[in-house]
């Protein structure tokens, strides 16, 4: 079907993604205040999963979230994951922090993927950013005594750019001026909107943000009364924005590397100690089966 050949090609990807993607060619763009085309997107990617023929980690929602305490079926289980999961601060030997914030836990999904790879932390604002939200921020960057650059995925539409605007005051507040901050917009940009190959819509107008959203296409030589969302860049090119920026923030690459290696070393280690630490446990617990598996 063709909703699984659009999600195979962008996963990992939210259900507004696919709605864009289809947008021309599956289906017409919903008009005004109707979600009608977009509401049958939900059905049918939804009965695909169920049905199994739509895998299921091909679609993200990052919106729900369980609450509890890691645990572990057994010591060696812990260690098992823990070996696994292991990851080295690369970017300690690099001369600034780098964060990615997004409007949204949905295109957070998609995103993740590439913070992941990177080991940078991914923040999902959720609209507009809360006061405590940033307060911990500054505090954390603070922490760190070092520069800071905040890459950022948001709407163009009026609460899109309050966004933006809101974080970098609000930091500059907190932080008394002390925060070294860098503040990139890698989507949606001036030039995406200028370009006029994503899908666009009708602006709301009475947004409480409108008035400084027109000012700002008017100076960036953009039509105020239209906007466009996250979602309507293809997630796969999304990620490739996201992954050309943070690579360009490795200033040291000779010590990344080095870290790097040291990284997998590090991994080999923690493997050859759980597999002497599984030795020593099986043998002071008396388990039969470990003394078996030992002899063979």
Request: with cysteine; glycine share 6%; hydrophobic share 35%.
């Amino acid at each position: 079907m063709a909703i699984c050949e659009l999600a195979e090609a962008a996963q990992p990807c939210s259900v507004r993604h696919i709605y864009y993607l289809g947008i021309g060619s599956l289906w017409d763009k919903d008009s005004g205040p109707s979600r009608r085309n977009y509401s049958v997107v939900v059905r049918e990617v939804g009965h695909l999963r169920e049905a199994g023929r739509l895998p299921w980690e091909w679609i993200t929602d990052g919106t729900r979230m369980v609450r509890q305490e890691t645990q572990y079926d057994s010591l060696d289980d812990a260690m098992q994951r823990n070996t696994e999961s292991y990851r080295r601060n690369l970017w300690a030997s690099q001369s600034r922090s780098v964060e990615v914030w997004c409007e949204s836990d949905s295109v957070g999904g998609v995103l993740q993927p590439i913070t992941s790879a990177w080991g940078v932390g991914l923040y999902s604002c959720r609209g507009q950013s809360s006061k405590t939200f940033v307060y911990e921020a500054v505090q954390h960057y603070a922490r760190k005594r070092k520069p800071v650059t905040v890459i950022f995925c948001g709407d163009w539409d009026p609460t899109g750019r309050s966004v933006p605007r809101s974080v970098v005051e609000r930091i500059e507040r907190y932080g008394n001026g002390g925060i070294d901050l860098e503040f990139q917009q890698i989507a949606i940009t001036a030039a995406d909107v200028r370009s006029h190959q994503l899908t666009a819509h009708d602006v709301n107008s009475r947004d409480v943000n409108y008035k400084r959203y027109q000012e700002e296409c008017l100076h960036e030589g953009i039509d105020p009364r239209t906007a466009v969302e996250v979602e309507a860049l293809r997630p796969g090119l999304l990620r490739q924005r996201l992954n050309e920026a943070i690579e360009e923030l490795v200033d040291d690459v000779r010590r990344w590397n080095i870290e790097a290696r040291t990284e997998e070393a590090e991994r080999e280690l923690l493997r050859s100690l759980q597999g002497a630490a599984k030795k020593i446990v099986h043998s002071t617990m008396g388990d039969p089966t470990a003394a078996e598996e030992e002899d063979q």
